[in-house]
């Protein structure tokens, strides 16, 4: 929790959310500090106020409460727990710290159908499963004395249900078995047509959801850059969130080819499952795509010389939405001239963040492009990648082909030339499970159990080897680590040059105001403490303000090169996670160059225990 001192206010951050609350709260707060620590009991701490001040003290305690700053226990926190384990058990809701132990030697078992077995034998490894072969028609995941079974007549294996769903309805039943292994009380488990990010049905647009505004001048483009508070709404939502896919319609077009499934696994299918309060907001699929969970933007299309197709995420089927590629396309192939079609569906975004949504939807265009185009590389497979912006819904060649819905907008294309050799495709394995190494969830670093050297891997070299005219990169480390040479990086900021990093500042004062920056801005912030450095890539602010295709192609280049460093973090052992709304004044006193506009905040650090149960697609 994070309380800052605004003008007339504090500016209340918690796991919950952000709050604006009122300004007598935050000396008062400071005051109670010391004495919140979960071994003081509260009639303990009320008897210590001076009695005027108990129903005011008691009253805060209540609001703290009730905004998710603290948790009101039946017993204090014993002394001697490991902070580590202090950590798991602050993820689940009232948790009996005594069991807390319990789950990190707990031995669990998963017996489910035959055809299930290779999804499962590598699902939950990090809880010691072992997959047994058994006749039952349902699935059982067992924690220790915990069991959590299925049966098949509950709606939850209705067909037609995939290798992907079910291999998320395991996940999201072991998760479930962790929390109540856990002592958390029981939830109800979402059945497999409720899973966000797979669900095929709903709406393509919400009725309420705004579309976003053309942005015709430079100045809204500078404060889409500068001052992302200035565009974030303020209240409650005033709108659902949408579908997260388009509707499954009738007939279905040919098969993918072997490689551009494999191609499209490392990028458009759900690779994680996040159950109840383990996630951010509950339960969302992660994809490929650094950024990006279930409900996400950028959707994509297969247009070839016989017609074009849908590309359903998830099973990866296509969906024919030209009329050509619904009568002529057979079940051999899709043709030849492989392009794939990125499109931006905007009310995904802006029935929760209404105008900075359009940062948010190039941010997502430019990490799928990277992602495709790295994978694709990764196996043989001649890319070109094209940034462009078109016309919004049914208007422009792009929309009349595709049958585009009125808040989708086209956002860029891939060509794609099959590999000389299509059946090894080994490569594109050994990049998805890179890939999915990745960690890009909520509470991904763990402050108290966080390494005391951090592990950058390659991640100074890759953004050395990426530095050129436009983009501006710095590495601010915020405690000692080593680099996969065995060079050590000391507390600082430091400039990416063509021949490597050059010191800006050193010391922890970059640190320290990167947080207080982010602090300020009143929405969930991460605590720079915890993790081991911050990548920034910036653009000298008047180069891409001057319109928005200008700007979508500095924020593509600078995704190519956040992409990359991700993955090379993920590779070293650590964690790298994209975080939004660093304001430009913020950048201007990390950097020292008050003439940039940020495009990519990447915090790299060590994995904290998030709930996060990996999902092996097989």
Same mark, same amino acid.
């Given at each position: 929790?994070?309380?800052?001192?605004?003008?007339?206010?504090?500016?209340?951050?918690?796991?919950?959310?952000?709050?604006?609350?009122?300004?007598?709260?935050?000396?008062?707060?400071?005051?109670?500090?010391?004495?919140?620590?979960?071994?003081?009991?509260?009639?303990?701490?009320?008897?210590?106020?001076?009695?005027?001040?108990?129903?005011?003290?008691?009253?805060?305690?209540?609001?703290?409460? #009730?905004?998710?700053?603290?948790?009101?226990?039946?017993?204090?926190?014993?002394?001697?727990?490991?902070? /580590?384990?202090?950590?798991?058990?602050?993820?689940?809701?009232?948790?009996?710290?005594?069991?807390?132990?319990?789950?990190?030697? !707990?031995?669990?078992?998963?017996?489910?159908?035959?055809?299930?077995?290779?999804?499962?034998?590598?699902?939950?490894?990090?809880?010691?499963? /072992?997959?047994?072969?058994?006749?039952?028609?349902?699935?059982?995941?067992?924690?220790?004395?915990?069991?959590?079974?299925?049966?098949?007549?509950?709606?939850?294996?209705?067909?037609?249900?995939?290798?992907?769903?079910?291999?998320?309805?395991?996940?999201?039943?072991?998760?479930?078995?962790?929390?109540?292994?856990?002592?958390?009380?029981?939830?109800?488990?979402?059945?497999?047509?409720?899973?966000?990010?797979?669900?095929?049905?709903?709406?393509?647009?919400?009725?309420?959801?705004?579309?976003?505004?053309?942005?015709?001048?430079?100045?809204?483009?500078?404060?889409?850059?500068?001052?992302?508070?200035?565009?974030?709404?303020?209240?409650?939502?005033?709108?659902?969130?949408?579908?997260?896919?388009?509707?499954?319609?009738?007939?279905?077009?040919?098969?993918?080819?072997?490689?551009?499934?494999?191609?499209?696994?490392?990028?458009?299918? $759900?690779?994680?499952?996040?159950?109840?309060?383990?996630?951010?907001?509950? &339960?969302? !699929?992660?994809?490929?795509?650094?950024?990006?969970?279930?409900?996400?933007?950028?959707?994509?299309?297969?247009?070839?010389?016989?017609?074009?197709?849908?590309?359903?995420?998830?099973?990866?089927?296509?969906? $024919?939405?030209?009329?050509?590629?619904?009568?002529?396309?057979?079940?051999?192939?899709?043709?030849?001239?492989?392009?794939?079609?990125?499109?931006?569906?905007?009310?995904?975004?802006?029935?929760?963040? #209404?105008?900075?949504?359009?940062?948010?939807?190039?941010?997502?265009?430019?990490?799928?492009?990277?992602?495709?185009?790295?994978?694709?590389?990764?196996?043989?497979?001649?890319?070109?990648?094209?940034?462009?912006?078109? !016309?919004?819904?049914? &208007?422009?060649?792009?929309?009349?082909?595709?049958?585009?819905?009125?808040?989708?907008?086209?956002?860029?294309?891939?060509?794609?030339?099959?590999? /000389?050799?299509?059946?090894?495709?080994?490569?594109?394995?050994?990049?998805?499970?890179?890939?999915?190494?990745?960690?890009?969830?909520?509470?991904?670093?763990?402050?108290?159990?966080?390494?005391?050297?951090?592990?950058?891997?390659?991640?100074?070299?890759?953004?050395?080897?990426?530095?050129?005219?436009?983009?501006?990169?710095?590495?601010?480390?915020?405690?000692?680590?080593?680099?996969?040479?065995?060079?050590?990086?000391?507390?600082?900021?430091?400039?990416?040059?063509?021949?490597?990093?050059?010191?800006?500042?050193? &010391?922890?004062?970059?640190?320290?105001?990167?947080?207080?920056?982010?602090?300020?801005?009143?929405?969930?912030? $991460?605590?720079?403490?915890?993790?081991?450095?911050?990548?920034?890539?910036? !653009?000298?602010?008047?180069?891409?303000?001057?319109?928005?295709?200008?700007?979508?192609?500095?924020?593509?280049?600078?995704?190519?090169?956040?992409?990359?460093?991700?993955?090379?973090?993920?590779?070293?052992?650590?964690?790298?996670?994209?975080?939004?709304?660093?304001?430009?004044?913020?950048?201007?006193?990390?950097?020292?160059?008050?003439?940039?506009?940020?495009?990519? /905040?990447?915090?790299?650090?060590?994995?904290?225990?998030?709930?996060?149960?990996?999902?092996?697609?097989?």
């Amino acid at each position: 929790m994070h309380a800052i001192a605004a003008r007339e206010s504090t500016l209340l951050t918690t796991r919950t959310g952000y709050y604006r609350s009122p300004a007598e709260l935050y000396p008062l707060i400071h005051r109670l500090a010391p004495l919140l620590d979960g071994r003081t009991a509260e009639s303990t701490l009320l008897a210590r106020v001076p009695e005027p001040r108990r129903r005011a003290v008691g009253r805060c305690l209540d609001y703290l409460a #009730h905004r998710g700053a603290l948790r009101r226990e039946d017993q204090p926190r014993p002394e001697g727990l490991p902070d /580590q384990l202090l950590a798991v058990a602050d993820l689940a809701d009232d948790a009996p710290y005594a069991r807390c132990s319990a789950l990190l030697v !707990a031995e669990a078992s998963v017996r489910a159908p035959a055809d299930w077995l290779p999804v499962l034998d590598t699902l939950l490894r990090r809880l010691s499963v /072992q997959a047994e072969l058994s006749t039952a028609p349902g699935i059982l995941v067992r924690i220790g004395e915990t069991a959590v079974a299925i049966p098949p007549d509950d709606g939850w294996l209705t067909e037609p249900v995939g290798t992907v769903e079910r291999a998320v309805v395991a996940a999201a039943a072991a998760a479930e078995a962790v929390g109540r292994f856990l002592g958390r009380p029981a939830q109800p488990l979402p059945g497999v047509r409720n899973l966000p990010g797979l669900a095929r049905s709903g709406p393509r647009t919400s009725p309420d959801a705004p579309l976003l505004d053309q942005w015709p001048t430079s100045q809204d483009l500078r404060a889409l850059l500068l001052d992302p508070s200035a565009l974030l709404p303020t209240g409650e939502l005033v709108c659902e969130r949408p579908a997260a896919i388009r509707p499954l319609e009738a007939g279905t077009g040919p098969r993918l080819p072997g490689w551009l499934r494999a191609v499209l696994r490392c990028v458009h299918v $759900p690779l994680r499952w996040e159950s109840g309060s383990l996630a951010h907001s509950g &339960g969302w !699929a992660h994809r490929g795509i650094a950024s990006a969970r279930g409900f996400y933007p950028i959707e994509l299309y297969l247009v070839t010389d016989i017609g074009a197709w849908y590309v359903e995420p998830g099973e990866l089927r296509l969906l $024919p939405v030209s009329r050509t590629g619904s009568e002529g396309a057979g079940p051999a192939g899709p043709g030849s001239g492989a392009t794939l079609v990125l499109t931006a569906r905007e009310t995904k975004v802006s029935y929760r963040y #209404h105008r900075y949504a359009t940062r948010l939807c190039l941010q997502e265009a430019g990490l799928a492009l990277a992602a495709i185009g790295d994978a694709a590389r990764a196996g043989g497979i001649g890319v070109g990648e094209v940034v462009e912006m078109g !016309a919004r819904g049914r &208007g422009g060649p792009w929309g009349e082909l595709l049958d585009l819905g009125a808040d989708e907008r086209p956002v860029g294309r891939v060509m794609l030339d099959p590999p /000389q050799h299509a059946d090894d495709l080994s490569a594109l394995d050994r990049h998805l499970e890179l890939v999915r190494r990745r960690h890009s969830g909520h509470r991904v670093f763990n402050a108290l159990g966080a390494d005391r050297v951090g592990r950058l891997g390659s991640v100074p070299a890759e953004l050395a080897a990426a530095a050129d005219d436009t983009l501006r990169s710095y590495l601010v480390v915020h405690r000692p680590c080593l680099d996969d040479t065995g060079d050590r990086w000391e507390p600082g900021c430091y400039r990416v040059t063509g021949q490597g990093l050059a010191t800006v500042r050193a &010391g922890s004062a970059p640190t320290r105001q990167l947080q207080r920056g982010q602090d300020a801005m009143g929405w969930l912030a $991460p605590d720079y403490a915890a993790a081991s450095a911050t990548a920034i890539i910036a !653009a000298p602010v008047g180069e891409v303000t001057a319109d928005l295709q200008r700007l979508h192609t500095a924020t593509a280049a600078a995704a190519r090169v956040a992409h990359r460093v991700l993955l090379r973090a993920a590779a070293a052992g650590a964690a790298g996670r994209i975080h939004n709304g660093l304001r430009g004044d913020v950048v201007a006193a990390v950097t020292e160059d008050a003439q940039l506009a940020p495009l990519f /905040q990447l915090i790299v650090g060590c994995p904290g225990p998030d709930g996060t149960i990996s999902v092996d697609l097989g």
